[in-house]
């Protein structure tokens, strides 16, 4: 029985030397394969590379010794070469237990301030008639672009007309004019599928604007607002550079007592204090993630 040569060269390279379009096929198949591979682990890499200096904070933490590095025992595994004397430590000096005081009340006083200030600019500027919207959205989030050295210096030249440098409210407003941004993005981004018809369907119903705004707008925004909240309140609570311009000795915070531990005294308290920093980071993003699919169902009208 003798095969018909068109069907004997499909898939084979021709007499030109040129591949026909099956192994044309297999090679572009092949290539994507590569591709893929190759992306995971440049991903995989790059992770690697901002987590591992991460990832070795927590154990140095636990160190017996008053060392930043890893001692013969801690590499043997030795369960006397690990202790909990710097978490010990922490909590029982009284400059730290000041600055996570400090870093607690001027956080969540800026986060307040912060979410209501950007949550009523975000509304604002989700309307169609509002004026100069756009200048204005720069102006918000000029804090975030512009750098913050020029924004502490900034205001610290403002600050001493008002005697507002070394003092609580001070430092309060600053951290609230660097969360401010945060807010009114998420808020936006939030109010982005919002269909305004229904604010208005609760006009004509006989309802207040408050109570409408209440009642219908403030259910569809809350995930953006909490969201908002806590990258303001992650904002305020990691700041260091505007706490250096504009405290005083009284508004010691957390940042600012490591960034002094490690110029006077180093022991390995302060990486006690950067685990637990760590863990209140991955409890943010955890909550931060839940939020975001909660937005994402209340999208899909689930």
Same mark, same amino acid.
């Given at each position: ?97 000041? /600055?996570?005081?400090?870093?607690? &009340?001027?956080? +969540?006083?800026? !986060? *307040?301030? #912060? %979410?209501?200030? @950007? ?54 407003? /600053?951290?609230?004019?660097?969360? &401010?941004?945060? +807010?009114?993005? !998420? *808020?936006? #981004? %939030?109010?982005? @599928? ?109």
């Amino acid at each position: 029985m003798r095969m018909n040569p068109r069907t004997a060269d499909q898939g084979n390279p021709g007499r030109n030397g040129k591949e026909t379009p099956t192994g044309a096929a297999g090679a572009a198949d092949w290539n994507g394969m590569l591709g893929q591979w190759a992306l995971r682990v440049a991903a995989w890499g790059a992770l690697a590379f901002l987590m591992l200096p991460i990832l070795v904070v927590i154990p140095l933490s636990f160190n017996a010794e008053p060392f930043f590095s890893f001692t013969s025992g801690m590499l043997r595994l030795d369960p006397d070469a690990y202790s909990t004397k710097w978490y010990d430590a922490v909590f029982a000096s009284g400059s730290w237990m000041m /600055a996570i005081r400090n870093s607690l &009340v001027i956080g +969540v006083c800026s !986060t *307040v301030i #912060a %979410t209501v200030l @950007g949550t009523v600019a975000a509304v604002g500027l989700a309307s169609a008639d509002m004026p100069w919207r756009r200048p204005i959205t720069a102006v918000l989030l000029a804090p975030m672009i512009v750098p913050l050295i020029i924004v502490a210096a900034g205001m610290f030249f403002f600050y001493t007309r008002f005697n507002l440098v070394a003092t609580f409210s001070g430092i309060i407003i /600053a951290h609230a004019t660097l969360g &401010v941004p945060f +807010v009114v993005m !998420t *808020v936006t #981004a %939030t109010l982005s @599928g919002f269909d305004r018809s229904l604010y208005h369907a609760g006009l004509n119903l006989g309802a207040s604007p408050l109570r409408a705004f209440l009642d219908v707008v403030v259910p569809v925004i809350r995930p953006g607002v909490i969201s908002g909240a806590l990258l303001a309140f992650v904002t305020s609570f990691d700041e260091v550079v505007l706490v250096l311009f504009l405290a005083g000795p009284e508004q010691n915070t957390i940042p600012r007592r490591m960034f002094s531990g490690l110029r006077e005294q180093i022991n390995p308290s302060i990486l006690a204090v950067a685990t637990l920093l760590i863990l209140m980071s991955i409890c943010l993003l955890l909550a931060l993630e839940l939020l975001r699919r909660r937005s994402e169902r209340i999208k899909a009208g689930r």
